[in-house]
């Protein structure tokens, strides 16, 4: 189903009044991954994640471009699969993170540039540190959880973020400043 079907079906059966209104998702904390990758020295490719975090969407079904969204989550919970190597990022060579330290992402504006694509420009906060990023989103589906029997959304999106505009560079260039972040999110309708 494309998004301009999935619109028109949506005004049809909410009614022209409120198909036109921004309605609240919220993140399936236990389907929403940020999984973000970077090279090592030039020997490998070393990849840790963040998971089980909140957000919040307002979807404006009718004009996708009015929407926006919001997502946070501590530092603390990045995994790495590795302690070691988790407990070294938690330093000041990296995050130098205190219990309550956050990472934040609101949208500052929506592109849509195909029927279930859009670029999603935000504002990422790490480290103390804000800076534009551009999420080029995809919608994987929308309608009702075979399960839950409510209105659920998939999104899954890319960026590259570069680590010394955060003060994150530490072992650049030998370790990518670049890192490759790689985003799937599910989100249900609010109650």
Same mark, same amino acid.
């Given at each position: 189903m494309t998004?301009?079907?999935v619109?028109?079906a ?10 036109f ?20 020295l ?10 089980g ?6 979807l404006?079904?009718a ?16 995994? +790495?699969?590795?302690?070691p @190597? #988790?407990?070294?990022?938690m330093?000041?060579?990296f995050f130098?993170?205190? /219990?309550?330290?956050? *990472?934040?992402f ?9 029927e279930?694509?859009?670029l999603?420009t ?6 103390d540190?804000?800076k ?9 589906q929308?309608g ?13 999106? +890319?960026?590259?973020?570069? @680590? #010394?505009d ?10 990518? /400043?670049?890192?490759? *972040? ?10």
């Open positions: 998004m301009k079907s619109l028109l949506t005004a049809l059966t909410l009614g022209a009044t409120s198909a209104a921004a309605e609240k998702y919220v993140l399936d904390a236990s389907h929403s991954q940020i999984v973000f990758t970077y090279n090592h030039g020997f490998s490719t070393t990849t840790s994640m963040f998971s975090f909140d957000g919040e969407i307002m404006d079904e004009e996708p471009a009015n929407s926006s969204v919001s997502v946070s989550f501590p530092v603390k919970d990045m995994i +790495t699969g590795w302690e @190597r #988790t407990e070294h990022f330093t000041d060579d130098g993170a205190e /219990d309550g330290d956050m *990472v934040t609101e949208s500052t504006g929506i592109e849509v540039t195909g279930k694509t859009a999603i935000g504002d990422l906060t790490m480290n540190v804000t534009s990023v551009v999420l080029d989103a995809k919608l994987n929308m009702e959880h075979p399960m839950a029997k409510k209105p659920w959304a998939g999104f899954d999106a +890319t960026t590259t973020v570069t @680590r #010394t955060f003060n994150l560079g530490q072992f650049a260039p030998f370790v990518s /400043d670049e890192v490759q *972040v790689n985003i799937s999110i599910e989100a249900m309708k609010a109650e």
